[in-house]
């Protein structure tokens, strides 16, 4: 009984210095297979990005999350509207939830929703604004304050046209993340 009391009174807990709340703050880079087709310029080429987001009770997360695809040089195949470089920003919000496996690391499945602006950089210099819709799931291993990460989605542009070309295909992305958690 002696021993009980000694090991429940020495125990430690992970303490938060905002209470039950976390914050996640991190740099992606990834890439995704193209949504215009296989023979048309990808605008999900390699790119860079980052995230920051606030942890509710160890478990609810959301946040807000920025990349920028600065896409491929089209062939010769390409349909006439995607000839050219087509590069990619996407803002938007995600939300998810975490389950944690062992104390340093987390999986979470989530959704992320919002406005993907794709720049094609040929004679007519246009620019399509659409939603976008990224169900996944994010790998986060604590290392004390850094994390590292990575995340595998699939991504919807519902209803996307460019040049009256619809391009709507669904996409899959992959990104690894560092970062900080406090």
């Known amino acids: ?9 020495t125990s430690t807990r ?13 740099a992606k880079a990834g890439v995704g297979t193209n949504p215009f087709g296989a023979d048309s310029s990808n605008p999900l080429g390699p790119g860079l990005g980052g995230r920051a ?20 040089g089209g062939g010769a195949n390409d349909e ?6 087509v590069s990619t920003l996407m803002y938007g919000i995600e ?3 975490g389950f944690t496996l062992i104390d340093i690391l987390t999986i979470r499945p989530q959704v992320g929703l919002g406005n993907a602006s ?15 819709v990224e169900p ?14 990575a995340d595998a989605n699939a991504l919807v ?5 460019i040049g009256g070309v619809s391009v709507s295909h669904p996409a899959f992305t992959i990104h690894a993340q560092v970062g900080v958690k406090f």
């Open 14 to 26: 992970a303490a938060h210095a905002l209470g039950p709340v976390g914050v996640e703050i991190g």
């Open 157 to 161: 542009f519902p209803g996307l046209s």
């Open 95 to 97: 939300a998810g939830w």
């Open 118 to 132: 794709f720049n094609v950089s040929d004679f007519s210099g246009s620019t399509y604004w659409n939603l976008y």
């Open 53 to 72: 987001g606030v942890i509710l009770f160890d478990h609810l997360y959301g946040g807000v999350d920025l990349m920028y695809y600065p896409g491929a």
């Open 136 to 149: 996944g799931v994010t790998g986060v291993l604590s290392l004390g304050t850094p994390f590292i990460g």
């Open 1 to 9: 009984m002696a021993l009980a009391s000694i090991a429940i009174v």
């Open 80 to 85: 006439p509207v995607l000839q050219g470089n």
